[in-house]
T-cell receptor, first 117, second 116 residues
Framework: GAVVSQHPSRVICKSGTSVKIECRSLDFQATTMFWYRQFPKQSLMLMATSNEGSKATYEQGVEKDKFLINHASLTLSTLTVTSAHPEDSSFYIC?????????????FGPGTRLTVL | AQKITQTQPGMFVQEKEAVTLDCTYDTSDPSYGLFWYKQPSSGEMIFLIYQGSYDQQNATEGRYSLNFQKARKSANLVISASQLGDSAMYFCAMREAMDSSYKLIFGSGTRLLVRP
């Protein structure tokens, strides 16, 4: 299957700082990537759809000024959590779409665990 | 109404036995795709199997097979010959063709524990 990497895998930061998470498709180009958030023992919650060369599409209730998404190339999307607070502590996971049409599949990165002190 | 329903929060299975994880879905889109993902404790989401709404046969991938019953709107995952490494969370997901954004809708997940 396709490989998606995420960096860093784990980050601890102080309240008020910004954190950047990278999502890369390693062996394919992805015009569309997704960012999810997952709380313990819960399912994935879609935050936004990242489209190469255009603005991200945010889900209802997700603050676009707080969670900045940049999809600058066909292999890289970044999520920046600005002015992080303890309630932003969570598991963030990205995915990239392989293939277009009915049989497209999302492949996921390994996730980033963010802890805000 | 929930679009993807997984009614089993947790399941146990004895090693080497088969287990079925339930998933029902709700959509008015005639064209859709159904996916199963495995999430071990490390957190990564591993793609297991895909079933298209127009596929005539049930999808199979090694020890994984998808029991697709279109009229019942169910897409249960069957894992044969369970292994200890199968212990993980399993998520069922759906993508509707009407949604051009390729978004997946996830169920709440089922935690599977394989007993030695």
């Amino acid at each position: 299957g396709a490989v998606v990497s995420q960096h860093p895998s784990r980050v601890i930061c102080k309240s008020g700082t910004s954190v950047k998470i990278e999502c890369r498709s390693l062996d394919f180009q992805a015009t569309t990537m997704f960012w999810y958030r997952q709380f313990p023992k819960q399912s994935l919650m879609l935050m936004a759809t990242s489209n190469e060369g255009s603005k991200a599409t945010y889900e209802q209730g997700v603050e676009k000024d707080k969670f900045l998404i940049n999809h600058a190339s066909l292999t890289l999307s970044t999520l920046t959590v600005t002015s992080a607070h303890p309630e932003d502590s969570s598991f963030y996971i990205c995915s990239a779409v392989v293939g277009l049409g009915d049989t497209d599949t999302q492949y996921f990165g390994p996730g980033t665990r963010l802890t805000v002190l | 109404a929930q679009k993807i329903t997984q009614t089993q929060p947790g399941m146990f299975v004895q090693e080497k036995e088969a287990v079925t994880l339930d998933c029902t879905y709700d959509t008015s889109d005639p064209s859709y795709g159904l996916f199963w993902y495995k999430q071990p404790s490390s957190g990564e989401m591993i793609f297991l199997i895909y079933q298209g709404s127009y596929d005539q046969q049930n999808a199979t991938e090694g020890r994984y097979s998808l029991n697709f019953q279109k009229a019942r709107k169910s897409a249960n995952l069957v894992i044969s010959a369970s292994q200890l490494g199968d212990s993980a969370m399993y998520f069922c997901a759906m993508r509707e063709a009407m949604d051009s954004s390729y978004k997946l809708i996830f169920g709440s997940g089922t935690r599977l524990l394989v007993r030695p």
